[in-house]
């Protein structure tokens, strides 16, 4: 089992930038992918970006590549996203979650996921 907690989500102005954290307890996740989705109201929820167990890989959804950035510090078991240029479009609940399967875009390939922490956006 393993536990998700994300926190650093709030009100930005567009332009902005938030630091977003999820950190896990519980089984290690220093062997596992990491990914971030997003569920905006009214909209499926959505992959934004994920990390490789080394930190070593990377991947962004179209949106958001050049704006957001991915890391994680597995001494901490936490995983970071940093978000610049923030839009209103980003506005959404974000979620942090373990990867299982194959395909990282895919939330069924996930089987651990946190409450989610609220970011908006305002223009």
């Known amino acids: 089992q393993v536990q998700l907690v994300e926190s650093g989500g709030g009100l930005v102005q567009a332009g902005g930038s938030l630091r977003l954290s999820c950190v896990a307890s519980?089984?290690?996740?220093?062997?596992?992918?990491m990914g971030w989705f997003r569920q905006a109201p009214g909209k499926e929820r959505e992959f934004v970006s994920h990390?490789?167990?080394?930190?070593?890989?990377?991947d962004y959804t179209d949106s958001v590549k050049g704006r957001f950035t991915i890391s994680r510090d597995n001494a901490k078991s936490t995983v970071y996203l940093q978000m610049n240029s923030l839009k209103p479009e980003d506005t959404a609940i974000y979620y942090c979650?373990?990867?299982?399967?194959?395909?990282?875009?895919?939330?069924?390939?996930?089987?651990?996921w946190g409450q989610g922490t609220q970011v908006t956006v305002s223009s």
């Open positions: 519980g089984r290690s996740i220093s062997y596992s992918g």
């Open positions: 990390i490789n167990f080394s930190g070593s890989r990377t």
């Open positions: 979650a373990v990867r299982r399967g194959i395909e990282i875009q895919r939330g069924g390939a996930y089987d651990y």
